[in-house]
Each structure stands twice: as structure tokens, then as C-alpha cells.
């Protein structure tokens, strides 16, 4: 049994919050019935994202909605407050909060206190001093960047499908995607392989016409899958007719103008960034000890490193890899780990409740699947290779098994079903980023968006 009354705070939604959560309230359901514990998950969406399935939703293959778990489905047992932590200082347990309410209140930020915390904020797109990023550059970490990219590329179709001027034409047919881990080639897989199908429906656009060119700082894409299926990925986008430019940085984008660092230039109405993330800046805004990249230091049982009743996972931890035989390793920031770290966090908060021994995290790297388009793939899965039809299928059946909840399983594998019988979708709905425009421009005002106000250009 809990000694005594237990108030858990953990602080976001993702991998990490959500499996945490779902893991206490499994654990502790006898101790939340007699009121001896209270979960409390802060948020700043009322979801989860699955990640690894935001390629696939951008593409049309999977429906937006059922990449997202709603949590409050979910976590029933839980208090979820939408809303953001701005701050804690865990001396005197207490966590800034802001919420939806609080500009219509006018009160300020709440303080919720708390006897446990764990932190799981996730991380952020790793940005850098580049004129015009701000201005043009589009991020791939959110449903709704997801859907926005899809809708932007088949606007950008249908901008060079009406235009006589070559120069919007060329431009709104080149597609720049900065960054060689698993979002660009998967993002850029997925999305060259649904405007290639889309093209067959535009009388004087061809996939030929379009140029898509992947952007990588170092001399190789995807590491996960090592060396030999990264070089056959290359191999494999080139036949393709895709641009992979290794050893190449992007050095500006002002202007609508991709400048690398090779000495080419690409007018360009779509570049998108996926090179690399930090971790949520709100981690500077606690008194809890960071490592030099900003991550939290943590121990390998997922506490905080020198801190009581305080816990960590995911992007945002540095958790060392027991496993590793170099010391000093640490865990790779990805869902294979977070989702188990998660599991192990739970658990070892309910031990820290009941008086019981931690358990230590530890597993083993088992390999990395990437998918490159409809049945095109990558794999390196215990030190066994696979590509082209068989790793897209393990793609898929391994991130089938992972996505959280037998409703979406059962929802993702029948649109996966379905998709197979009929035509892909290619409907672009990217009024419903503005749904109140219309109405206001027949209520007689100035619609608060138009195509010269979208630095991506979509109308």
C-alpha cells in the first residue's frame, strides 16, 4: 500500500507522459478507488501523436485523427489539464502553469503542487540562424504540419497546372527537404510518391516536371539502418529521381531561393526542415540539474541524477544505456526507447510509493525500420538486412503492434485495407487551416489570409 496520499504531476502528453500515466493508473487502481493517489497530466494538446505515422497521414494513406490518441479516452482515471508548464521549482514542488483559461481569466499562471514529477516534455525542431528559415521553412513534428505539408505540395501542383510563367512554374514544383534522419526520407518518400500519383490527374503536370531534392549536413541518411542500407537508400531516392545531396548545408532560403552550400541555388515554394531536435526549452525554466546539450541527468533507474521524487524520460532525459559496452553512453532520444522507458518509470514510481527496490532500464538496440513510399522500404532488424517490399511490411506490422490502443489498430489496419482497394485521395482541404475566412469576406471584411500573407504560399 501507498504510505500516504501521493499527488503525481507529470508534465506532457507524448510517448513518455501518456505511457507513464497509463502505466499508474493500471498499477495504482486500487490506491486511486480509495483516493490515495492523484494523477495529474499537463499537456498542451488534449492527444498523443504517433509519430511514425505522420509520413503516412501526410501522404493520405491514414487518416489524420487516427494518428492522434485522445487522452482523456485514455487516461480516464487521470486529471488532464490542457495547458503548458512555464516553470517549476521543484524545492518547493510546485509547477507554473498556464491554461486555456488563463488570458480569460486574467489571473496569471496557477501553481499546482505536487509530491512526484515527472518530467516528459519532448523536444523541439533543432533550428538554426538561417535568412528566411523563420519566414518559409515548414517543421514535420505535429499532425497539423503533417496535413499543412500535404495540402501545401498538391497546391503548389495545382499552382504550376495554371500558371504560364516558367519561373512560378519551377518553383512551385520544387520540393527541398532539409535533413537525412528518418523524418525527411520518410516525409520525402511518402509525399514524392503521392504527388507522382497525383500527377496522372493534371493534363500538363508530370512527375518528371517536379524536383525533389533531400539535403543532408553529413555523408549519410539514416544511420539507424547502418551503412550499407543508408548508401542503398540513396541509391534507391536517385533512381527515383530525387536530388541526394550529401556533405551539403542549406545556407538560406530568404526569398523563396534555396542557397546550399555547394554553390547551387533552388527558387523553391516548399522547404522543409527535419534536421534533428532539441529539447524542450522549458527544461532552463526549472531547478533541476541539465547536461550541456540541455537534456536532464538521469539515472538509469530514470530518476533525476541528485534529486528526490523527481523523474525523467525520453527526448528531453539523458538516460545512460546499461547496455552500451563504451561508457558514458546514452540512450538514443526515440520512441523504441521512450515508449519502454515509460514503462519502467511507472513502475518504479509505484516501488518508490510502496517502499520497494527500483528497477534499472536497460535494453538493447534491436534495429530500425524506415519506410521510402508505398511498398518501398529500408530495415536493419537484428543484424538481419531487408529493403524494397519486405522491410515496407515490416514497416508497417511492427508500427501497427506499436500504436498505442486496439482502436487504432483496428482503424489504421482498415484504411491500410481499404487503400489497397481503391484510389489514393488527393483532395487537398487547406481552407480548414482558415475555416472563418470565407464567412468573414461575405460579412464584409478582408479575409485574415490570402496567398501573399502564407510565407509556404498555400492560399
Request: proline share 6%.
Amino acid at each position: 500500500m501507498v504510505k500516504e496520499r501521493a499527488r503525481i504531476l507529470v508534465v506532457g502528453g507524448g510517448y513518455v507522459g501518456m505511457y507513464t500515466a497509463l502505466r499508474l493508473q493500471r498499477k495504482l487502481k486500487a490506491e486511486l478507488r480509495r483516493d490515495e493517489v492523484d494523477i495529474t497530466v499537463v499537456t498542451p494538446d488534449p492527444y498523443m501523436t504517433y509519430q511514425p505515422f505522420l509520413p503516412e497521414a501526410a501522404a493520405g494513406s491514414i487518416s489524420p485523427r487516427h494518428v492522434v490518441v485522445p487522452l482523456r479516452r485514455v487516461l480516464d482515471r487521470c486529471h488532464v489539464v490542457i495547458g503548458e508548464v512555464t516553470s517549476i521549482e521543484h524545492a518547493k514542488r510546485t509547477a507554473e502553469v498556464t491554461t486555456l483559461a488563463t488570458a480569460e481569466e486574467r489571473k496569471g499562471a496557477t501553481f499546482l503542487e505536487y509530491d512526484e514529477l515527472v518530467l516528459a516534455p519532448g523536444s523541439i525542431a533543432r533550428t538554426l540562424p538561417i535568412p528566411g528559415l523563420a519566414e518559409h521553412g515548414i517543421g514535420f513534428k505535429t499532425v497539423e504540419e503533417a496535413i499543412g505539408l500535404r495540402n501545401h505540395v498538391i497546391e503548389q501542383m495545382d499552382i504550376a497546372s495554371s500558371t504560364r510563367d516558367p519561373a512560378i512554374r519551377d518553383a512551385a514544383l520544387t520540393f527541398v527537404f532539409v535533413g537525412g534522419g528518418y523524418a525527411g526520407v520518410e516525409a520525402l518518400g511518402e509525399l514524392e510518391d503521392m504527388a507522382r500519383y497525383a500527377a496522372r490527374y493534371y493534363h500538363n503536370v508530370q512527375p518528371e516536371d517536379m524536383k525533389w531534392i533531400l539535403v543532408e549536413a553529413t555523408d549519410r541518411i539514416l544511420p539507424e539502418v547502418g551503412p550499407e542500407m543508408g548508401r542503398y537508400t540513396v541509391t534507391e531516392l536517385r533512381r527515383r529521381n530525387i536530388q541526394v545531396l550529401l556533405n551539403t548545408r542549406l545556407e538560406s532560403c530568404a526569398d523563396r531561393i534555396a542557397v546550399l552550400s555547394d554553390g547551387q541555388r533552388f527558387p523553391a515554394r516548399t522547404l522543409v526542415w527535419t534536421a534533428g531536435v532539441k529539447p524542450h526549452p522549458m527544461l532552463a525554466a526549472t531547478d533541476l540539474p541539465l547536461t550541456p546539450r540541455g537534456r536532464l541527468k538521469c539515472t538509469a533507474e530514470l530518476t533525476i541524477d541528485g534529486v528526490d521524487h523527481a523523474w525523467a524520460a525520453g527526448d528531453a532525459a539523458a538516460v545512460p544505456d546499461v547496455t552500451a559496452a563504451e561508457p558514458g553512453t546514452e540512450t538514443a532520444p526515440n520512441a523504441q526507447h521512450a515508449v519502454r522507458q515509460a514503462r519502467v518509470l511507472g513502475d518504479n514510481i509505484v516501488h518508490a510509493l510502496r517502499g520497494e527496490p527500483l528497477d534499472t532500464y536497460a535494453h538493447a538496440y534491436v534495429g530500425s525500420v524506415a519506410s521510402l513510399g508505398l511498398h518501398k522500404g529500408v530495415a536493419q532488424v537484428y543484424g538481419r538486412k531487408l529493403k524494397g517490399y519486405p522491410a515496407w511490411f515490416m514497416h508497417r506490422v511492427y508500427h501497427l503492434s506499436r500504436v498505442p490502443t486496439f482502436n487504432r489498430k483496428a482503424r489504421v489496419l482498415a484504411e491500410w485495407i481499404l487503400s489497397g482497394l481503391f484510389k489514393r485521395e488527393i483532395v487537398s482541404l487547406g481552407s480548414l487551416e482558415h475555416p472563418r475566412a470565407e464567412f468573414e469576406l461575405a460579412a464584409g471584411g478582408k479575409p485574415p489570409h490570402g496567398p501573399s500573407d502564407d510565407p509556404n504560399g498555400s492560399s
